[in-house]
């Protein structure tokens, strides 16, 4: 079966540190996979998608960056975190080439910008 | 622009209750929906699913109903236990490549 891990589950990190998410999927191959941004009380915002090794698409502006240097391997960066990227990040992954399947989520990093 | 949002943000049922948590798409080209459930500290969880060319579908203690008339989405949740406790957000999905659009969530709180 198919899992989905991500790491570190909590972070803290000071203004202006960089950062990085790594998300890793087992059990699929190709997979598409995201990163998304979800607020407190909120629903879930896609900051990046890809479709395979080295494609990244962005869905917003922002101080965010994300890789994906192995098909199953899936990362989200920044050279200088802002207050404003403190959240809950999601990374999830998805069949590939089939309109309409779910998405399935790992855990999540609870990052604090201090 | 296109949009998903819910009706209710809270709900609040006795255990044993049958719980319904509703979801307003704006999207008609919209032909895939998804209901996850998501606890505290957690990923969202996949529920159920239903496609554009069904207006039932049951799983267990679950049913998705969609109403494409009125661009209406609901999940009935039978029998409601305490670990039905969470967020439930409903998803549309609307591009080749599976771009999910989430409602706001409805938190739904279940008291023995």
């Not at chain 1, 202006?16 to 997979?31: F, I, K, R």
Request: hydrophobic share 35%; charged share 15%; glycine share 10%.
């Amino acid at each position: 079966s198919q899992t989905i891990h991500q790491w570190p589950a909590t972070l803290v990190q000071p203004v202006g540190s960089p950062l990085s998410l790594e998300c890793t999927v087992e059990g699929t191959s190709n997979p598409n996979l995201y990163w998304y941004r979800q607020a407190a009380g909120r629903g879930l915002q896609l900051l990046f998608y890809s479709v395979g090794i080295g494609q990244i698409s962005s869905e917003v502006p922002q101080n965010l960056s994300a890789s994906r240097p192995q098909d199953r391997q899936f990362i989200l960066s920044s050279k200088k975190l802002l207050l404003s990227d403190s959240g809950f990040y999601l990374c999830a992954w998805s069949e590939q080439g089939i309109r309409g399947q779910p998405q399935h989520f790992g855990d999540g990093t609870r990052l604090s910008i201090l | 622009g296109e949009s998903v949002g819910l009706h209710l943000p809270t709900l609040s049922v006795q255990e044993g209750d049958n719980s319904i948590i509703n979801c307003a798409y704006s999207n008609s080209a919209s032909d895939y929906f998804i209901w996850y459930k998501q606890e505290s500290g957690k990923g969202p969880q996949f529920i159920i699913d239903i496609r554009s060319n069904m207006d039932k579908r049951q799983g267990q203690r679950v049913t998705v109903l969609l109403n494409k008339t009125v661009k209406h989405l609901s999940l009935q949740i039978a029998a409601t236990q305490p670990g039905d406790s969470a967020v439930y957000f409903c998803a549309e999905i609307y591009t080749s490549y599976g771009k999910l659009t989430f409602g706001q969530g409805t938190i739904l709180t279940v008291h023995p």
